[in-house]
């Protein structure tokens, strides 16, 4: 049986995180990993109080276990979703893609447990001097915005430089990454492409094809030209918007190509102006599960792994 700090932080009992994928980790997604053992995680993305109330209340429904609620805080409703958050005292909050600061006292004081998503040591260690009970170190192999750090270097230098928990992201997809996560450092690790073909998950078919059919050179990171980069599964849209930052189109008109993109893709499936966030380990994601199915086959793979790591000590 694996046991971390986290289980016991988050009162969960596998150390496994869903991401919090915008147009796609919903309530119903979130419960079932909650309810799986895992921590299922709500995607505020850039949507109003009103929406994320209605998934909050979709997950409490479908599920008594804690989950967490990620807020996007590049989103123009960041200020309404944090106070709807400290509201509904929701048991977890996970940050990405900005220095959530400003809302640490609110959501302390509610008693919410803070965990922003990193991408260097020195944001982890001001996080921790903020008051988050822990930090997610995030690598740019992972879906959606990156940082320029991997995840085999970024979790050991995070780990040496807080002394609260980490959390591993980027790369990870099976139990040989959970067990790579520990040995690094981190008490646990966070999932989002794994999780993007759960049986749960609401994703349009076309997006889980494409990360079942995957391999591992199948993704780009585009966006770096306006300071965004992501990282998402090679199409005719992110090839075109890969050769469009290098060409005389402006600012403008390249922030224009990308519009929708992100809800194109996730609810509709579209191929052709889509743009389908996933990590690097999508090719290693071969079938759908349910999200049960996933964490344990996980734990259990991880576990296998850590029992045979001894064999090259002598
Ligand atoms: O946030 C993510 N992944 C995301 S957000 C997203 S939605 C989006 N839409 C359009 C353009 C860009 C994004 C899709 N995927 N991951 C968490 C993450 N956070 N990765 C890296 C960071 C990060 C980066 C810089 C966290 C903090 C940070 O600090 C910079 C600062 O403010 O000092």
Not at 194 to 207: G, I, Q, T, W
Request: hydrophobic residues 45%; charged residues 20%.
């Amino acid at each position: 049986m694996i046991k971390t700090p986290i289980c016991e932080l988050f009162k969960i009992e596998y150390p496994i995180l869903q991401g919090g994928m915008a147009h796609i980790a919903d309530g119903r997604l979130a419960a079932a990993v909650s309810e799986a053992g895992g921590l299922g995680i709500i995607s505020a993305m850039n949507m109003g109080k009103d929406y994320l109330k209605e998934q909050i209340d979709i997950a409490r429904k479908l599920t008594e276990k804690p989950f967490g609620v990620n807020v996007m805080l590049m989103s123009p409703h960041t200020d309404e979703v944090a106070q709807l958050l400290a509201d509904e005292k929701v048991p977890v909050v996970t940050t990405g893609a900005g220095n959530p600061s400003k809302y640490m006292d609110i959501w302390n004081a509610a008693g919410i447990k803070v965990v922003p998503v990193i991408a260097s040591v020195s944001m982890a260690k001001l996080m921790e001097r903020a008051g988050a009970c822990a930090v997610i170190a995030e690598g740019g192999e992972s879906g959606g915005h990156v940082g320029d750090l991997t995840t085999m270097v970024l979790v050991p230098q995070v780990a040496s430089n807080v002394s609260i928990p980490v959390i591993a992201a980027g790369g990870i997809g099976d139990g040989r990454g959970l067990a790579a996560a520990f040995l690094l450092g981190a008490v646990g690790v966070q999932m989002g492409t794994r999780f993007l073909v759960a049986k749960e998950c609401s994703v349009h078919e076309n997006y889980k094809k494409k990360v079942l059919d995957a391999s591992d050179i199948s993704t780009i990171v585009t966006g770096k030209r306006l300071g965004h980069p992501v990282r998402s599964i090679k199409t005719p849209f992110s090839r075109g918007y890969a050769k469009a930052e290098y060409s005389t189109l402006s600012d403008d008109e390249l922030e224009q190509m990308a519009v929708g993109a992100l809800r194109l893709a996730a609810r509709e499936g579209d191929e052709k102006r889509g743009c389908f966030l996933a990590g690097q380990i999508a090719g290693m994601v071969t079938k759908e599960q349910t999200a049960a199915e996933i964490i344990v086959e996980v734990c259990q793979e991880a576990e296998n792994v850590l029992n045979g790591a001894k064999k090259w000590v002598k």
